[in-house]
């Protein structure tokens, strides 16, 4: 892109994110670097696995982290795999850190950060699973700029924006994954904060089903960048496995 049609957008990214659709898919992980996400989060399924429910340990490794829903209604699947036990740990994280994503983005951006919004001390990389078929597993669509208004996050500095990171490691690409509402930054929508998980979340006031939502097609290892104002929400499961995904907020230089 010509960078007199950038309109102070610093890249061809920057520009997307802010005054085209909102969200970029050109980025993405190595092969071998999402065989090494996808063990870092077995290692922690497994682990967690342990600590509740050890006597079917055996029965989930077999299963495998893709297959896990076959087995998942014989434990407590919400307390379980609430947000604290899907965070990386801090060496599992500096790991991501080094991954080619992030040094392409840097190329982009600059330095960026790894944002802590939980402060527990390092940079927050967290995993979701979305079961098939399971509309308790996505929450309703939000913007996560919401989040700060009502209170749970971190502002960047003066000098910084933020901007989420969504990638794919186990995915069916057109049945599962994450929907957006492409443009939907540029506009101010009505919601309201609930009491959900511990703490107030947004819910949104609008007929989703009136809105342009679109089922980004992403294949394991592809990568979603995002306005923190762009409506998203991760998208009901219609294929046959466990939907596996890492997501990070990202401050980066304005």
């Known amino acids: 892109m010509d960078s007199s049609v950038l309109c102070g957008a610093k890249n061809v990214v920057d520009y997307e994110l802010?005054?085209?659709s909102g969200f970029y898919t050109g980025f993405r992980l190595?092969?071998?670097?999402?065989?090494?996400a996808k063990n870092i989060i077995k290692k922690q399924w497994i682990a967690i696995i342990k600590q509740y429910e050890p006597s079917l340990l055996k029965q989930f490794a077999g299963l495998g982290l893709e297959r896990y829903h076959e087995l998942s209604h014989s434990l407590n699947h919400e307390l379980m795999w609430r947000k604290a036990n899907r965070i990386f740990s801090k060496e599992a994280a500096k790991t991501v850190r080094s991954m080619s994503l992030i040094k392409n983005l840097e190329k982009v951006y600059g330095?960026?950060?790894?944002v802590?919004?939980?402060n527990i001390g390092y940079e927050e990389i967290d995993w979701r699973l979305v079961r098939p078929n399971q509309l308790a597993d996505v929450g309703p669509l939000?913007?996560?700029?919401?989040f700060l208004k009502l209170g749970h996050g971190i502002v960047p500095p003066q000098n910084m924006k933020a901007i989420k990171v969504w990638v794919a490691l186990c995915c069916?690409?057109?049945l599962n994954g994450l929907k957006v509402v492409p443009h939907s930054h540029k506009r101010?929508?009505?919601?309201?904060?609930e009491f959900r998980h511990g703490f107030i979340k947004p819910q949104i006031d609008e007929d989703e089903n009136e809105l342009p939502v679109l089922l980004v097609n992403t294949a394991p290892g592809d990568a979603i960048i995002f306005h923190d104002k762009l409506l998203h929400g991760g998208a009901h499961n219609k294929g046959k496995y466990c939907r596996i995904s890492i997501e990070f907020m990202l401050f980066v230089y304005k």
């Open 142 to 146: 939000h913007a996560d700029d919401w």
């Open 188 to 193: 101010e929508w009505r919601y309201h904060g």
């Open 30 to 36: 190595e092969q071998n670097e999402v065989n090494f």
């Open 116 to 118: 802590d919004e939980e």
């Open 111 to 114: 330095p960026v950060i790894i």
């Open 172 to 174: 069916e690409p057109g």
């Open 18 to 20: 802010e005054n085209g």
